[in-house]
């Protein structure tokens, strides 16, 4: 609505921030998710003509069913928006425990399939691009530890070492961006969705394969095996067991990933921690379970044997 004078001016105003705060109590993150999601839908738009912000809704009831009860459902609807580069950035970061990636790792994990950042200065790009959206936000390096989500590392400088002092660090704005963009990859078709999730595991995978080729001991790098784990492990729990199998079998079978678990549970007990270490041997032995009517179960007599042996001892 066009405010003629001062008064009906703010007293549209106040109708806007009215329904604004009935929707979000005030949250700064909520408050700015409903304001993009009126300009989303051309509720809200600057205009050019007279230099103001107006908004065509009549009245504050209705203003309001422009905006999700929901937020997560308007953070949802926000990252749908973005380019297919920054949706994508921003799934593998949900998926990701709290950790620092550098960009190497970042480049491996988002390139796939449909979607190919060519190289680092092209994800830096994507980097920015979701910060400037409010997706992401700078973090200071003395701050890492208290974090929960995935940060991310990037040098400031092409070609910097990781060493150096011009870095920028970058993690999740607010909880409701890891649990919408968690939401968007769920509404992926299955099959394309699991497919994506094994190619997150086998990168990383990968990586701690690489770092614990150079030493017998645990490494930092030992977070990689365990979130690759815990992502292929809901491919037994979330989804149908034929589907599961049909994508997951293309590469392991079920008695590889028994021995994943196998070696992350030693890992676990070697950390002190024996409840993780259980639910890990568990996770082993209902991956041998899941081929049609427990067919590995026993194939593999010396795999099993040491399962039930460490289960009872754990």
Known sequence: ???????CYDDALT???DAIYQKTMGNIFFVKQALEELVRKNALYYNVMTFEWTWVISSRVELSNYMSDDVVEAVKGKIASLSREVRRLLIVMA?????????????????YGDIVIHDE?????????AAEE???????QQQQQQQRHSIINIDNERGSSSGSSKQMYFVLAHDRIRQAALELA???EQQRREEFLIHISFTLIQFAN???????????MDWCLFAAISILNTLLTSTTQSESQSSSNKIMNGTDLAKLNLIAAKKSRMGGDLRKEYELLLKALEWLKSEEE?????????LTFELYDAIMVS
């Open 294 to 302: 427990h067919a590995l179960l026993w194939k593999n007599y010396d």
């Open 121 to 129: 200065d092209q994800l830096r790009n994507v980097l920015r691009v």
């Open 15 to 17: 109708d806007l921030a």
């Open 186 to 188: 769920m509404d992926e």
């Open 95 to 111: 998926y990701i425990p709290k950790t620092t990636l550098d960009v190497v790792m970042l480049h491996a994990l988002v390139s």
């Open 210 to 220: 690489d770092a614990n080729s150079k030493t017998t001991t645990t490494t930092a």
């Open 1 to 7: 609505r066009k405010a003629n004078d001062k008064s």
């Open 134 to 140: 409010g997706m992401l936000k700078q973090q200071k």
